[in-house]
């Protein structure tokens, strides 16, 4: 497999929203393998962007290439393609809450596939298993769940139809220390294991450092780094450094000195 | 896509994974292990060489293939898989010790344990909205002694929703339900030759019944659906709690402004609906009986006293209870599912309207007592 391929490539994308131009001639470019972090303040356009490639929300100009293929306007045929060809965690997980977690994993297998039932429910189980959740937890709802096993529940069905891309908004956002460790663990060892190309939208510096393989920094409408974190953070641009100078930015500073298994 | 997913070589007791096996590529493979699986008594190995991808779906298919057969004591070997296929396998071997794989558990009842949950659940509803009522009672007492808390603009909120929008709406209809009255009672008048009478039958049986009827049905529709779905959304996004543990009660804040805004409502929409449903009648009895309009109107003056106004208007508030309180308690009991926002504003709307029914037939008992 090329890992030069690139899975994602946005140009000149600019979006006109409420009366301000939320990005203005962005690029950004995703390869296979890529764990890629897309960070900025608040209301510097992450979700827009993620939206917009998502084909959740058209941009006002520009192009956006995934796999290949045009999703800017694209025929209803690419549109399905590429949407199977990828799969989305969103931050509050966005699970069909009628459903129980195990139907919500099917849900996707079985509008998908021909294979039989109990087959797609062995092949659900084993999603929901390999996000490290029990079984008791794949007959509950989703109301009935705790933020962690919510993000994995979500996780799974995001992986349900194994999708070569993967993204996620603020996988880490309402767990606790050792849980967002956890699932940063989870998303590595995923990833490895299945192949997947990541981009994630992420504030949590912990997962930053330690997930990411390479960040964008969105600012000012266009993406003003893009590089691994360890560089990232000597990046001499007012506002990168303004992002990471906090007592939160710094508690990291010192360990990026260290080797990093990645 | 039927092109062959696997070959079994019977002389060398290889079975050969070939092409796609990605889960949403796969379709008869599952048959074709089983037949394979069939005939094989002794070691197998399965060989991946002619693999062109393979996904975690693919290769749960495999690991259960070989997990089958070590159940039946047959051994079985995996040759030629890349490295990352074997990582996928030992990946789903770390995962699965812990797992076994269920059903989701199906309950069944029978008929008479069905008829008893539906009626404890009946029951318990119906004890639930009488304190409900009651806790709205309660809040009402307290609502007008602090008069300071009173909360006009919310309660002209509701009153522009639920009346000044619902406007359009009632009068179109209401000018239609006259119109089709007229012509249906003016084919009889018009036998008898007593063409004039349509103006006293046509506006007492508006202004006593179609008038109300027509614009609590149409509330009921527009403005009790919504409450519950407003409130139901609210308790999802926790709204409710935060009220709550703001110290502020949910049904003060909520349910006080619903009700009094569609009690201020429902009447002066009965009004117009009256205006309008007389209007259709009297065009209707121009064309069809030959009543001029300066006819119709002197007409209705002597015949119609304003006292059939008022047993028509006087039933108007209870509707407004009605569906206020259906609409906000129905809004209450959603529980956390998109499901259940959808059951409740249908139960709100079959509620409201069969208790509009229902105290149109007390009404018209209590009036028949009273000789109205």
């Known amino acids: ?262 | 896509m039927n092109t062959q997913s696997l070959r079994y070589d019977h002389q060398k007791k290889i079975l050969y994974c070939q092409g796609d096996w990605r889960v949403r590529q796969l379709t008869n493979v599952e048959n074709e292990i089983n037949s394979v699986l069939k005939t094989v008594k002794s070691p197998i190995s399965i060989d991946g060489s002619e693999l062109i991808s393979l996904d975690s779906g693919g290769a749960w298919l495999i690991y259960r293939t070989i997990d089958k057969l070590k159940q039946a004591a047959i051994s079985c070997e995996l040759k030629n898989f890349t490295q990352q296929h074997m990582d996928l396998f030992s990946l789903l071997k770390e995962k699965m010790t812990a797992l076994t794989v269920t059903e989701t558990p199906i309950e069944h009842y029978n008929f008479f344990s069905l008829i008893g949950k539906e009626t404890v659940k009946r029951v318990v509803g119906a004890l639930d909205f009488l304190s409900f009522v009651g806790e709205v009672s309660l809040i009402i007492k307290g609502f007008f002694v602090h008069a300071r808390r009173f909360q006009a603009k919310a309660v002209l909120r509701i009153i522009e929703d639920a009346g000044y929008h619902a406007l359009p709406i009632i009068g179109l209809l209401s000018f239609l339900v006259g119109v089709v009255l007229a012509y249906q009672l003016g084919r009889q008048l018009e036998t008898y030759g007593a063409n004039i009478y349509i103006v006293d039958l046509s506006g007492m049986a508006i202004l006593r019944e179609f008038g109300p009827l027509i614009t609590a049905i149409i509330v009921a529709g527009r403005t009790g659906s919504s409450f519950t779905a407003q409130i139901g959304l609210m308790k999802v996004n926790e709204e409710i709690d935060a009220l709550k543990t703001l110290g502020l009660s949910p049904l003060n804040r909520i349910v006080v402004p619903r009700l009094l805004g569609t009690i201020l409502s429902i009447p002066l929409l009965t009004i117009w609906s009256n205006i309008f449903a007389v209007f259709g009648s009297m065009v209707m009895a121009r064309n069809m009986l030959g009543i001029t309009p300066a006819d119709f109107l002197t007409r209705f003056a002597d015949s119609i006293d304003r006292s059939t106004l008022w047993t028509g208007l006087g039933k108007t508030p209870v509707f407004a209870i009605a569906i206020a309180l259906v609409g906000c308690f129905q809004g209450f009991r959603v529980s956390y599912t998109a499901e259940s926002i959808g059951t409740h504003t249908t139960m709100s709307v079959v509620q409201a309207i069969f208790l509009i029914i229902v105290i149109d037939a007390i009404f018209s008992v209590l009036y028949s007592w009273a000789g109205l």
Do not use: C
């Open chain 1, 1 to 262: 497999m090329n890992t030069d391929e690139t899975v994602i490539e946005v140009r000149g994308l600019s979006n006109f929203l409420g009366g301000n131009w939320v990005h203005n001639n962005l690029d950004l470019t995703v390869k296979r393998g890529d764990l890629y972090a897309i960070v900025g303040g608040s209301g510097s356009g992450k979700t827009t962007l993620l939206r917009s490639i998502l084909m959740l929300q058209k941009p006002t100009s520009g192009s956006i290439k995934v796999f290949g293929i045009e999703v800017v306007n694209p025929s209803i045929e690419d549109a399905q393609h590429v949407r199977h060809r990828w799969g989305m965690l969103f931050q509050h997980g966005a699970l069909f809450s009628s459903l129980t977690v195990l139907e919500n994993v099917l849900f996707p297998l079985k509008e998908y596939t021909q294979l039989s039932y109990s087959l797609l429910t062995e092949i659900a189980m084993m999603k929901i298993a390999l996000t490290g959740l029990h079984e008791d937890a794949a007959h509950k709802l989703p109301g009935e769940l705790s933020g962690g096993m919510l993000k994995r529940a979500a996780l799974s069905r995001a992986l349900a139809l194994d999708p070569e891309l993967l993204f996620l908004d603020e996988p880490t956002s309402g767990l606790d220390p050792q849980g967002a460790d956890e699932f940063d663990e989870l998303i590595k060892g995923l990833k490895a294991a299945l192949n997947l190309t990541i981009v994630m939208v992420s504030h949590d510096l912990d997962s930053l450092w330690g997930v990411s393989s390479r960040v964008g920094f969105i600012g000012e409408g266009r993406v003003l780094a893009e590089q691994p974190m360890a560089s990232l953070v000597d990046n001499p641009n007012p506002i990168i450094k303004n992002y990471f100078k906090g007592p939160r930015g710094q508690v990291r500073d010192h360990l990026k000195k260290l080797p990093s298994d990645l």
